[in-house]
């Protein structure tokens, strides 16, 4: 680049750094800065070569034309003005700034007391930062053009992946794909997603993030990845080639597979941390604007997130930023939906979650967003942050409620039978209110936190020593069960019963009203030791095992049978709960000899045995699911069918064939059954 350039004042829109003929035009938003300057690098991003003004422009957006300039061009911002943190004012124009509408970025981020803006605490840090912060680039990318498969949810079953973890260690991916975006692309990870009926993959996050500081400093690493640094950039180290037309390229070939993307995406924090965290982009431009402040004390973050600080989405120009984010990721990267972690927060406003927020609205009414997949974790960690059931239509929501309610179940926990019903029936008394249906329900028995499926069935108390906090972090309330031993056993007895068990949450998971989300590994008895909070685990702890014996492991083939079977029957699409006066779908529920359930039957509290039918009256077809979590066998009376037999399709028990069935049925201890039949008429003495 010549240090010959042509100035001229810019425009306001687009945001960031966009290619104009020879030039590049920069605007970023600063409002309260005193001024701006773009600071230009070389092209190994060691040297600042060229720091030029930048104009205010009105709405407080500083903007800047340079010509000649290309794409591939490094940058920064240094924003100037009062330094105050007591009134909530972080500017620093020691401090480089990464643009926060950058949409790629050159070198590493390094943790060091440049990054601060007070060095030491009350004496304002006059160091540049820029050899520890990684340079804004300039990258343009052309318009997804490949084709979605737009599955309905009625259709969806989700897989829930690390990118890193899900191929790092596959033998059958070349070693330079391992653990990137198109080693999940490689035919080889297509074909066992097929395998086991998958739909639709959900990432966990992938926008640029680092590591905090206090993890580095124990030589551990974020290894999850909710700590974002930018809300456009891939993160660099999930490419092969630091090329992110790579992550588009991972889209469109599991677009042509059938196979869907969703994104676990971080709008409610930053990297920034608290008050006394580093000034790398957000915090140096626009903090009181970025970042809600307590009232009338500037200086402190509200923190209902817990990492220190959360975005102020109240904020015309904070809501800006995540829009375009959202659908920079549609219409550029080929993305179809989003998962967004702590969504509660996306809701608030200074009186608490307002399920019809200024967000709610705009995603409702954005002719690119209401046309993708919207899941809420509809929790934080603030007053009234619990909001499972509140967000609008058509948002699905992440149903903790069936999660542990499954787990309780199967661990035989007493007087569950009821609740049970309600989340394998939809979760109606969480839905239903608000005009939704069974299909905004996620259901899940394990993600990425907490205990993996086979832990659950094999440690009772959490192991998270190796995350060097004591073991004190990660839930304790798990509803896990060990089937006997803590961990790691030889014994078969124990060994056979801990895959059934997870056979049996796996059929209960993929036989419930509801999308159904499985999570990584999960098809093949993945273990973490015990640890339930593995987000700083970034090694064999957390990656995937893909030994032989993991290729056709009998989960696997397990899921396979469940969601082959789920698919046959239409009630699992229909968008609306069942009741009695429903003109094609009917539910009832049995006791052990057949006899539909009265209320002193589902108060029963040692009752740990279910049995339910779903039948159709079009089709015909009857679908009957019992559920035995006691320790003991039970004899059971299937109900009676006008005509025809039933005939047994699946249980979590090795040595039963597939045949047709007498009526008089022994049940095993802590297992589950799924029987079909051609009629559509049970009898209901």
Not at 38 to 45: A, E, M, N, P, Q
Not at 178 to 199: A, C, M, V, Y
Not at 320 to 327: A, C
Not at 443 to 466: M, P, R, W
Request: net charge negative; proline share 5%.
């Amino acid at each position: 680049m010549s240090h010959s350039v042509a100035l001229e004042t810019g425009v306001t829109m687009p945001l960031g750094a966009s290619v104009q003929g020879d030039g590049v035009n920069f605007a970023v938003y600063a409002p309260q800065a005193h001024s701006l300057s773009l600071c230009l690098f070389d092209s190994s991003g060691h040297s600042e070569i060229l720091t030029l003004p930048m104009r205010m422009n009105e709405g407080g957006v500083w903007t800047l034309r340079v010509s000649p300039l290309k794409a591939g061009a490094l940058y920064g911002f240094r924003a100037d003005g009062d330094y105050s943190p007591q009134k909530g004012l972080f500017f620093n124009p020691h401090k480089l700034l990464l643009d926060p509408y950058a949409r790629d970025i050159y070198g590493e981020f390094t943790w060091s007391e440049r990054h601060y803006g007070q060095m030491p605490v009350g004496t304002l840090s006059t160091v540049n930062n820029a050899i520890d912060m990684p340079k804004s680039r300039v990258r343009e990318l052309a318009l997804y053009k490949g084709t979605k498969p737009q599955h309905s949810w009625g259709k969806t079953v989700i897989y829930e992946c690390h990118v890193k973890g899900a191929t790092c260690r596959h033998p059958d991916i070349p070693k330079a794909l391992q653990g990137k975006f198109l080693g999940l692309s490689h035919p080889r990870f297509i074909e066992h997603l097929r395998t086991l009926g998958i739909t639709c993959l959900e990432l966990l996050p992938i926008h640029a993030f680092i590591s905090e500081q206090f993890l580095t400093a124990k030589g551990l690493q974020n290894y999850w990845g909710y700590n974002t640094l930018n809300f456009f950039i891939p993160h660099k180290d999930y490419l092969v080639d630091d090329d992110i037309s790579e992550f588009q390229e991972m889209v469109a070939e599991l677009h042509k597979a059938d196979i869907e993307v969703i994104l676990d995406v971080v709008y409610n924090h930053t990297a920034e941390a608290g008050t006394d965290g580093p000034l790398l982009s957000l915090r140096g431009l626009d903090n009181l604007g970025y970042y809600r402040t307590v009232a009338d004390k500037p200086q402190h973050y509200i923190n209902d997130t817990g990492c220190g600080n959360t975005l102020n989405i109240d904020s015309p120009r904070a809501l800006q930023l995540v829009l375009d984010s959202l659908r920079y990721w549609v219409e550029v990267m080929g993305v179809d939906g989003f998962r967004f972690d702590l969504a509660t927060i996306l809701g608030r406003n200074p009186n608490g979650f307002n399920h019809a927020h200024a967000f709610m609205q705009a995603v409702n009414q954005d002719p690119v967003l209401n046309k993708v997949k919207l899941i809420a974790e509809p929790w934080d960690i603030g007053p009234g942050g619990y909001q499972l059931g509140a967000f609008p239509a058509p948002w699905r929501e992440w149903n903790d409620k069936y999660r542990d309610t499954v787990r309780r179940f199967w661990k035989q926990e007493q007087g569950v039978i009821g609740e049970l019903a309600k989340r394998l029936h939809g979760s109606f008394d969480l839905f239903e209110h608000n005009l939704r249906g069974p299909l905004n329900s996620i259901n899940f028995i394990t993600s990425h936190d907490g205990f993996t499926l086979a832990d659950l069935v094999s440690y009772e108390q959490k192991h998270n020593e190796a995350n060097g906090e004591q073991n004190r972090d990660g839930h304790s309330a798990n509803h896990s069960f060990n089937c006997g031993v803590e961990g790691y056993t030889s014994d078969q007895a124990i060994s056979k019963l801990r895959l059934q068990q997870q056979k049996n949450m796996l059929l209960t998971l993929l036989l419930s009203k509801g999308v159904p989300m499985l999570s990584l590994g999960s098809e093949m008895a993945h273990s973490q030791g015990g640890n339930n909070n593995a987000y700083c685990q970034n090694n064999r702890t957390s990656w995937l095992a893909w030994k032989e014996s993991q290729f056709n492991h009998p989960l696997t083939r397990f899921i396979d049978d469940v969601l082959r079977l789920r698919k046959q029957f239409s009630i699992f699409q229909h968008p609306f709960f069942v009741h009695d006066s429903d003109p094609r779908y009917a539910v009832a529920w049995f006791t052990e000899s057949g006899t539909d359930m009265q209320q002193d039957d589902w108060h029963q509290s040692d009752r740990q045995f279910l049995m339910y039918s779903l039948t159709d009256k079009h089709t015909k077809q009857a679908l009957l699911i019992i559920l035995n979590a006691g320790s003991l066998p039970i004899t059971c009376q299937l109900p009676r069918l006008s005509s025809g037999q039933w005939s047994l399709a699946l249980t979590s028990i090795h040595s039963v064939s597939t045949a047709n069935v007498d009526t008089e049925q022994q049940i095993a201890a802590m297992s589950s059954w799924v029987f079909t039949a051609d009629s559509e008429d049970l009898s209901h003495d």
